[in-house]
């Protein structure tokens, strides 16, 4: 079976920023300039409880309008965005609701629902796997990381234990860019749409044909139901996290590999795999979740 095939047009985007019109320091053109400059196909301008920018073309940049829901609970919060919505999906919705009730109103809004920052929003598992209509959850978050917060960028710990009590979620990288201070333009994915339309580029996220990523590339990925090949970009680690706490010659390390593979452990009842690049200057990449309890 073939999990990705990066043979294919794919577009650089990313799925959570803010501007001038939340909590951002770059106004929405400054943001869309920024990102056109670096390549990106696609953005989100995804302001806190507000729609503030329409869906359009700036140049060869395709602008998705989004939002950034918030809420406060015990120990944590809660922050789930909303890629390609619909401009009244916030009416009615306050910041006492359930964070269940942004979900709700995100998919009825035809928008994906994303998971923002777990790891620095405290997340339990228990939260993380409540949630039910996500589509997605944002294993590394630029601006959560030093010097802009504490050393809370990446989710992949907290997330893989909510993945052990099931409901596997597709898995995002994006800079939640304020400060465009060095918070902007390093965290993305690469999606495989048919076209570069929203409606696109979201059926491809639901259906999880895209891969996180710093810098390094998934070139293919195949798993015959016992061993999931991996071919990439030159990279120092390729490494296969799963539910379990032990299997030996999980990470693979050499000088420039492009190719690893991995052989699951019949005898040990595994859920779920996935793949993580690490490259000689410490960019990653991330694959999605492999279910294999179907």
């Avoid at 601006?143 to 907290?158: E, L, Q, T």
């Avoid at 040990?268 to 990653?284: A, N, Q, T, Y």
Wanted: proline content about 4%; some cysteine; hydrophobic content about 40%.
């Amino acid at each position: 079976m073939i999990v990705f095939d990066g043979n294919r047009k794919l577009y650089k985007g990313n799925t959570h920023l803010h501007t001038t019109l939340s909590d951002g320091r770059k106004s929405p053109e400054e943001a869309r300039a920024i990102y056109k400059e670096n390549g990106y196909d696609f953005l989100a301008i995804s302001d806190h409880r507000k729609v503030t920018t329409e869906t359009m073309m700036d140049g060869d940049l395709l602008s998705v309008q989004s939002i950034e829901f918030d809420y406060n609970l015990v120990g944590q919060v809660v922050h789930i965005v909303g890629f390609g919505v619909k401009s009244d999906v916030a009416e009615g919705l306050l910041p006492q609701m359930s964070p269940q009730r942004a979900v709700n109103a995100i998919k009825k809004a035809g928008g994906v629902a994303i998971l923002a920052h777990p790891a620095w929003s405290l997340n339990t598992p228990e939260v993380i796997t409540g949630l039910r209509g996500l589509d997605a959850v944002e294993i590394y978050n630029t601006v959560s990381g030093m010097p802009f917060n504490g050393d809370r960028a990446d989710s992949s710990a907290i997330i893989d234990v909510a993945f052990c009590q099931g409901n596997l979620l597709n898995l995002v990288a994006a800079d939640d860019a304020h400060f465009y201070i060095g918070d902007e333009c390093k965290s993305y994915i690469m999606v495989a749409a048919e076209e570069k339309t929203e409606e696109a580029i979201k059926k491809a996220i639901i259906a999880g044909d895209f891969y996180a990523t710093q810098g390094p590339k998934f070139e293919r990925i195949e798993f015959d139901g016992s061993m999931v090949k991996v071919w990439c970009s030159p990279v120092k680690y390729i490494s296969f996290p799963s539910d379990l706490p032990w299997a030996q010659n999980r990470t693979k390390q050499g000088e420039n590999l492009t190719y690893a593979e991995f052989t699951l452990n019949p005898n040990l009842p595994h859920k779920f795999i996935r793949v993580m690049l690490v490259d000689e200057s410490g960019k990653r990449a991330w694959s999605n979740p492999i279910d294999l309890t179907k």
